[in-house]
């Protein structure tokens, strides 16, 4: 097993630095001479290290300003199953559908868990966004946005905030795939039929009934992606 070079030991100790200082996004981090006296390390290994650490939102480097703790955001992961996904699909692999089976799986797992006891509120948020599929149905076709607030809102009673950024990052990175490839695009009317036995699944209190409904609409994203995991 390789050491770990003199700038990735440095950006182990700044994010345990983070750590015990209980530090958050925003809030300052030592000057980068600070860093080097801290770390008796040299401005390259600092700097290599901060960079690193910029790359997956952990820390924040503005020019004239200093160092923050970064925004903690999963964007890079979201980038980095997307790229996965279209390196996969362009080798003729089934990586569009590897996605979407991993988000499948959370999905259904997690649908259960929102029928113990889902505030009314939340259930008026979804079926409103039902009826605004059903007014996009007309156009040919439900607004990837719409069908997108619906999947995160479903959750929102479950009060995860870390759910939330996985399920938009698992979004994210199939948009980012669906640049480039199209998987076909489901009959609106069954999108929205999907939908509201979702919600009324729900609504009713019926996990297992949930999760059949969720099941069912996966089974439609999947057949167009096909067997092999290209798009039909």
Known sequence: MARPTIAQDIERRIKELILEQRL????????????????????????EALKSLQAV???????GSGTFVGSLSLSPFAEGLAFRAAVRHR???????????VREALEAGLVGAVTAGIPEEDLAVLRALVTTM??????????????RAF????YASLDNHLLSEVLDAFWAAMDRVREDLDDGHQ?????????????EAVAAGDGERAV??????FDGIRHRLGAGGQPS
């Open 24 to 47: 958050g996004p925003g809030d300052p981090l030592p000057t980068e001479g600070e860093l080097m006296e801290h770390f008796d390390a040299g401005r390259v290994s600092v700097r």
């Open 57 to 63: 939102n952990a820390v924040e480097i503005r020019r």
């Open 91 to 101: 080798r003729g692999k089934p990586g569009l559908l590897e996605l979407m089976k």
């Open 134 to 147: 059903e007014s996009e149905a007309g156009t040919g076709r439900v607004a990837r946005a719409t069908d």
């Open 151 to 154: 999947h995160l809102a479903l």
């Open 187 to 199: 009959d609106p009317l069954t999108t929205c039929a999907q939908h509201l036995e979702i919600v």
């Open 212 to 217: 059949r409904a969720m099941r069912t609409h």
